[in-house]
RNA sequence: GGAGAGAUGGCAGAGUGGUCGAAUGCGUCUGACUCGAAAUCAGAUUUACCGGCAACGGUAACGGGGGUUCGAAUCCCUCUCUCUCCGCCA
């Protein structure tokens, strides 16, 4: 949520906002019921303050003598209005309220202008496309794929997009996770285990409620929420608390197997690993004083970029344009890696600076110098996301014998530097 | 799952219908005393929103929501959470 105070003293920054998105939001509208809101509050408010001295004059006089009773019929007056009043305010506030929802993060001044992923810039690349295995095929068609990743059994037993790693994709799964971990504890990520389940608060202080794409498994009887990425259950770990200064910047990671109903995605890059329902994934998170966010940004991008640096994977960075960014997000960075039996880009990360935008709704703030609270600027980024870079790693390093080469990073975790489909 | 108890300010803990944003203690901050510190004394010490350039003024908040009442921290309903006992279970 924006600060309500830019709209009513810049307006004109929350409309070139909205243009940079190429979203459609009536801001005269929001303005209006802005106006609205506050009169209404006035009114109401004067009406209790009234409320209260006569109240006050009660208190001072006998009970049930003439002037004590005159003033229960005041006060009976006076209840019936602030009655119809408040239920006037209380809508105009719920309508505030959603109007204020609907307007965007305001995107940073080095958001290029764009309307769609074709106008996002080109930030680094990383690595030769053209350097890797000449024996590489999509990873489903590898001979023995089935034998590691089984998608039939699991839609058998939950449905399409829920597959089984087995042996050898098992052991890959669990080594990439351990590896992400380990390598995020080394640039001083505290390692977190969080519930996986969160319920509606939390999702909506992350603005994953409403989830009007229908992104998000919902349990029936305890109306709680699969997460979608540890972020919900990361972020709201600080929800509604006071962080000391001097503990800026906080920084945590969490593994967790993400949930997504991707409601509408449908075509040909839903095929193998690229694109599934339950995936794991390793989440970064940031809380920072406001004056740091933007180099924080290029420290996380450069966290998550080491990554593939280190399983040898080529890569390339790209900066949102203002079409393409999020609702919340001031600035964002995708990081694809190559896949080369597929030839196309996968993403596997996402870095985003939030400024306060994620901050307000959440309510987490720090207390500054003026020892007043101040909403803290959030970030996160995958670090990274598995199944994509474990296609990659198959694709791209896929030898004539039809056996995977690891790169030595990996060793350590799988416990071997061949990947065998037999 | 069953029975019971509870939730108040940074913490502890009073307050069972009227001037209670809330006693008291601890903590924290400022000042005095001191060479300095401790102790002591004095004062201060929540947050959000609205109005205002500001000083400041107003409103709200005693776990959340709803109700009763002229008036609710206090009474009623409901939800959440915590604790104790029983049951069950990894």
């Known amino acids: 949520m924006l600060d309500p105070k830019l709209l009513r003293e810049s307006p004109e920054l929350v409309r070139s906002a909205i243009a940079k998105k190429h979203l459609n939001v009536d801001l005269d509208e929001?303005?209006?019921?802005?106006?609205?809101?506050?009169?209404?509050?006035?009114q109401v408010e004067a009406l209790r303050a009234q409320q209260k001295s006569v109240n006050g004059d009660m208190s001072q006089l006998a009970k049930g003598s003439p002037e004590f009773l005159a003033k229960v019929g005041e006060m009976k007056s006076l209840k019936t209005e602030v009655k119809t009043q408040e239920a006037a305010l209380k809508d105009a506030e719920t309508a505030w309220q959603d109007a204020m929802m609907s307007l965007p993060n305001i995107p940073h001044e080095s958001v290029p202008e764009g309307k769609m992923d074709a106008d996002n810039v080109i930030a680094a690349t990383h690595g030769d496309v053209n350097a890797v295995s000449a024996h590489a095929k999509?990873?489903?068609?590898?001979?023995?794929?089935?034998?590691?990743?089984?998608?039939?059994?699991?839609?058998?037993?939950t449905g399409a997009g829920f597959p089984y790693y087995i042996g050898d994709g098992a052991k890959l799964v669990r080594a990439l996770i351990h590896f992400f971990l380990e390598e995020a504890g080394q640039v001083g990520y505290t390692e977190v285990n969080p519930p996986i389940f969160v319920n509606a608060a939390s999702a909506t202080a992350t603005g994953n409620l409403p989830d009007k794409e229908g992104q998000m498994y919902e349990t029936v009887v305890d109306q709680l929420y699969a997460v979608p990425t540890a972020e919900i259950p990361l972020t709201n770990f600080f929800r509604d608390e006071i962080l000391p200064e001097a503990d800026l910047p906080v920084q945590r990671c969490a593994y967790t197997p993400c949930f997504r109903r991707e409601a509408g995605s449908y075509g040909k890059d839903v095929r193998g690993l690229n694109r599934l329902h339950q995936f794991d994934k390793v989440e970064l998170l940031k809380w920072?004083?406001?004056?740091?966010?933007y180099g924080e940004l290029e420290n996380l991008r450069g966290d998550a970029e080491r990554l593939l640096q280190k399983l040898g994977l080529p890569y390339r960075v790209l900066l949102m344009c203002g079409g393409d960014l999020g609702f919340a997000q001031a600035k964002k960075y995708d990081l694809e890696v190559w896949s080369a039996g597929q030839e196309r880009w996968l993403e596997v990360s996402s870095c985003s600076n939030f400024e306060d935008f994620q901050a307000r709704r959440a309510r987490i703030r720090f207390r500054n110098c003026d020892n007043k609270p101040e909403l803290v600027h959030t970030l996160n980024g995958s670090g990274l996301a598995v199944p994509r870079v474990l296609a990659a790693l198959l694709e791209n390093n896929l030898q004539e014998d039809g056996t995977v080469k690891l790169p030595e990073v990996l060793v350590p975790y799988f416990g071997r530097d061949t990947v065998s489909f037999g």
Do not use: C, M, Y
């Not at 929001?30 to 509050?41: E, M, P, Y």
């Not at 920072?288 to 966010?293: M, T, Y």
């Open 138 to 157: 999509p990873h489903w068609e590898i001979d023995g794929f089935e034998n590691l990743f089984d998608f039939p059994r699991g839609a058998k037993v």
């Open 30 to 42: 929001v303005q209006q019921l802005d106006k609205r809101w506050r009169g209404l509050l006035t």
């Open 288 to 293: 920072v004083h406001p004056s740091q966010s």
